[in-house]
């Protein structure tokens, strides 16, 4: 099986990963029907497939998913992180891992794990 990179980012960087898959972390500002309005260093509409996604408003959530041709994230899988997310940290780990793409990088995808 071919090993597949997910590059971490934030809501400024959803345009350059259009038809990608992304992880993105970030504290959850709206629930509406499938849908869940997420602050990640900018807002991210993320659409969710059912209803049944265990978000709650204010607190953190990681979404994996793949941004779309409107920048909106469908989301193939999420993680309610709780209400104690320090966002700094994320937003650190995301920088640091662009910006040292050789340790984060597989060689046959170009993306990033």
Do not use: C, W
């Amino acid at each position: 099986m071919e090993s597949v990179s997910t590059p971490r980012i934030t809501a400024n960087m959803l345009s350059s990963y259009v038809n990608q898959n992304v992880i993105i972390v970030g504290k959850v500002l709206q629930l509406r029907g499938e849908s869940a309005l997420l602050d990640a260093n900018g807002e991210v509409n993320a659409i969710f497939s059912n209803r049944d996604t265990h978000l709650m408003a204010g607190n953190g959530v990681q979404v994996i998913g793949k941004v779309n041709q409107d920048l909106s994230v469908k989301v193939l899988s999420s993680l309610d992180l709780g209400n104690s997310v320090d966002y700094q940290v994320a937003q650190s780990v995301v920088e640091v891992t662009h910006q040292h793409k050789n340790l984060f990088v597989y060689d046959n995808g170009g993306g990033m794990n």
